[in-house]
């Protein structure tokens, strides 16, 4: 399956088109051409400003057949326990 790339290059960042952001661009894997390579996709890293946004966005992705494998979560505090700050 092909869909449009979810992404705009921005200083050397990828970052994600406002319109692909939504649970329905973001409900299953796809493949695009990333870096002059095809690639599939098959699972996101989202960042939000606070805990009730993220919470409201999860729910509608797993009403779309998502599956949450990792978090919701603070980082790098709820995904590296072992590490602390000053190891970076």
Request: some cysteine; aromatic content about 14%; proline content about 7%.
């Amino acid at each position: 399956m092909n869909k449009e790339s979810p992404f705009v290059e921005t200083d050397g960042l990828l970052l994600y088109k406002q319109e692909c952001k939504t649970p329905e661009f973001l409900n299953s894997s796809f493949c695009i051409h990333l870096f002059g390579e095809l690639v599939v996709v098959d699972h996101y890293v989202l960042l939000f400003p606070d805990s009730e946004t993220l919470t409201d966005y999860a729910k509608i992705l797993v009403n779309y057949d998502a599956k949450i494998t990792e978090g919701p979560g603070k980082w790098p505090d709820d995904f590296c326990p072992e590490q602390s700050l000053g190891d970076f």
